[in-house]
């Protein structure tokens, strides 16, 4: 991928539209455990030091997997509500849009006086401002994964983005050992040089946030092609695939197996560890201050670092490119905004310091941050909750076993 930040497919532009949603057929009983976890999620114990972050991927997680629903959030991205149709409509007697009636979900977007009737709902009472809450919605996704007649999916077993995921990621991979996309994706990606060198947690995260990276970037659908021209699972730029990475051009209307998709993501993501700390330098070629290495001094040891910054970092970086998270490095550093964090004693500085990064560059006006708005900003954490979420239902099938 590497491309600019409008480089990102499906569940990702979904998200971008207002957060949509699909999906595979899912029973009842694996509906009510995903909730479950959910729940349980958001009541139990965050970790030191990452409460921001959690908050997000909570947040996030219960976007992915809401069914027949909206979300309701304010300005800080922290999830104010979430409105069941049926129920607003039974007690304001508004009509949310077209085919909620015959589908008890909306198929061709809201209302304006519906989504104006929320907003005012959630925010009497409250010192909300019924202007600054944002509806965020999966009937695009929904609508999208509906009409797709190759597929088996329909609006009585398609309720959320997470539905659409499972569908896809549940496929069997061809010539791949009998794995599913999901578990072929997380369980062959291999890296090479510096990053195969790198402690054994940080190998072992990373491969487990790829599935959450292929939900993101395509919902695992292989027939997606973004408008930037971004291609299969992982949603690789032509010229990423070409020049970058040495592959042939893509042919029209043949997609790229998976098996070669996760070897050349495990190259890409091999270099780009390389390559931006080069770009986190006051000059190049690494001369000068060394913006990592101020910011590694916050954490309690080099594992911390890495774990809980470098790899969000790595992450953001197959969106917005090292380039452009080098920048953000270097902004952040240079402000005095790091200066203001201290650490958690107790439990260190987590994903903290990534967090008020990222929060950082949506807001900044700086023109190199020009392009890290919302969507860079909230990328890593659907990540993370779309791979925990993809565990969780691993985690299910195998208690079943």
């Known amino acids: 991928m590497l491309g600019a930040v409008a480089n990102v497919a499906v569940a990702y532009g979904m998200i971008r539209t207002g957060l949509e949603s699909g999906g595979p057929v899912k029973s009842a009983e694996s509906e009510d455990a995903v909730e479950d976890i959910v729940s349980n999620v958001e009541t139990s114990e965050v970790v030191d030091g990452s409460e921001r972050f959690d908050q997000i991927k909570i947040m996030y997680k219960n976007f992915f997997s809401m069914g027949r629903e909206v979300m309701v959030v304010n300005e800080q991205d922290e999830m104010v509500a979430r409105i069941n149709l049926q129920e607003f409509y039974e007690e304001n007697g508004i009509d949310p849009g077209k085919g909620f009636a015959e589908q008890g979900m909306v198929t061709d977007g809201f209302s304006g006086a519906w989504k104006e009737a929320v907003r005012e709902s959630v925010a009497l009472g409250s010192d909300y401002d019924p202007q600054d809450l944002r509806i965020q919605s999966n009937w695009q996704t929904i609508s999208k994964a509906v009409s797709n007649k190759k597929e088996q999916m329909t609006y009585e077993n398609t309720h959320s ?219 890593v954490q659907r990540i993370y909750a779309l791979a925990d979420l993809l565990d969780v239902k691993s985690n299910l099938e195998m208690a079943e076993l």
Request: hydrophobic share 35%.
């Open 161 to 379: 983005i997470l539905d659409v995921v499972n569908y896809f990621a549940n496929k069997e991979v061809r010539e791949g050992e009998g794995l599913s996309r999901h578990e072929y994706v997380r369980e062959k990606i291999s890296f090479t040089g510096n990053l195969a060198k790198t402690a054994p947690v940080f190998q072992l995260e990373l491969r487990r946030c790829m599935p959450g990276l292929c939900g993101v970037e395509s919902s695992f659908n292989d027939a997606v092609i973004s408008k930037t021209g971004a291609r299969g699972i992982f949603q690789f730029m032509p010229t990423t695939w070409h020049k970058e990475l040495g592959r042939p051009d893509f042919a029209p209307g043949i997609p790229v197996p998976l098996i070669e998709q996760t070897k050349a993501a495990g190259e890409l993501f091999s270099k780009m560890y390389d390559r931006l700390p080069y770009w986190c330098y006051e000059e190049e070629p690494y001369s000068g201050r060394n913006y990592l290495e101020e910011i590694k001094q916050i954490f309690a040891s080099k594992d911390d670092f890495e774990q809980y910054f470098f790899l969000p970092c790595l992450l953001n970086s197959y969106n917005t490119g090292e380039q452009g998270m080098g920048e953000l490095v270097q902004a952040f550093v240079e402000t005095g905004t790091l200066a203001e964090i201290t650490r958690n004693q107790k439990g260190g500085a987590g994903f903290d310091i990534f967090q008020a990064m990222t929060d950082f560059g949506r807001d900044s006006e700086l023109p190199t941050l020009q392009d890290y708005g919302d969507d860079a900003s909230r990328y």
